[in-house]
């Protein structure tokens, strides 16, 4: 690619992969709602709010490939939901049809699918069981990336993002986790690929444990190398029965038990 754009560039996510993305395109452009220029790493920084469908469009023109990361990542009311991820998203695919369709890839979540049972194999025929109103603008996110896809052929790859951070931090995690270089290698096997199409993938490493199934995207030619697995050990011996019975009834873990923001 010669420009990348990846949006909520000043998040944990955004933060934890730069570097390795840095390597994917002759260029980034980096846009976040807070002011992050001072981490930007010499790439090209601009501030600014989804909601902001002039922002976004400025963001999108001239780049080839776009890394959707933005948004609120975590609950949070439905009002402030449904401007940062549903409104914004929206904005975001506006702008890419204006701007020559650049390959999308949206950090959607487990949280579409969170009352799953722990332990249940899931595929993408699973139904969606969001757990959140995070979770349900993330299945918002899926159905408007297919609409597009359908009614205009943009390419968009949603990836169903576990725990992608550099290690496991509960026991859940060891079912869930996306270690950032399979994630690293994950999306470079999206841009890399002729057609793309509007795939659901399941983002989690090769977990021994793992509840997701990936086949449906063998021709992608993703194949996670990393494995939960090797932390169980230094993991279980701080859990907590308590912690091991709230982790491990639904695959969403705590989001699934906590109450809805305006009822709490």
């Not at 709602?33 to 790439?43: C, L, N, W």
């Not at 501030?47 to 963001?59: C, E, I, K, S």
């Not at 873990?253 to 923001?261: D, E, S, W, Y």
Request: proline share 5%; charged share 20%.
């Amino acid at each position: 690619m010669k420009k990348l754009l990846i949006t909520g560039a000043a998040g944990g996510l955004g933060q934890l992969l730069l570097e390795p993305l840095g390597q994917l395109a002759d260029s980034l452009r980096l846009t976040d709602i807070v002011d992050a220029s001072d981490r930007a790493q010499g790439h090209e920084f601009i501030r600014g709010d989804l909601a902001d469908a002039a922002f976004v469009d400025a963001a999108v023109a001239g780049c080839d490939g776009i890394l959707h990361l933005g948004g609120i990542s975590v609950e949070d009311q439905f009002e402030k939901i449904l401007s940062a991820n549903i409104a914004g998203l929206n904005n975001l695919y506006v702008a890419a049809q204006r701007h020559g369709q650049p390959r999308i890839i949206f950090a959607s979540s487990n949280h579409t699918i969170g009352f799953h049972p722990s332990g249940a194999r899931l595929d993408v025929h699973s139904p969606t069981r969001p757990d959140s109103f995070y979770g349900v603008s993330k299945c918002f996110g899926e159905s408007l990336a297919s609409m597009y896809y359908e009614k205009t052929g943009q390419q968009t790859a949603l990836v169903r993002i576990g725990s992608c951070v550099p290690k496991p931090l509960d026991i859940r995690m060891l079912s869930t986790w996306l270690s950032p270089r399979d994630f690293i290698d994950l999306i470079a096997r999206i841009f890399a690929v002729d057609t793309l199409g509007c795939p659901i993938i399941y983002g989690a490493s090769a977990n021994g444990q793992g509840w997701w199934d990936n086949r449906h995207v063998d021709w992608l030619g993703w194949h996670p190398q990393d494995d939960g697995e090797t932390f169980r050990s230094e993991i279980e011996a701080r859990t907590s029965a308590a912690d091991r019975a709230e982790l491990l009834i639904h695959q969403g873990g705590r989001f699934v038990t906590a109450p809805l923001p305006h009822l709490s």
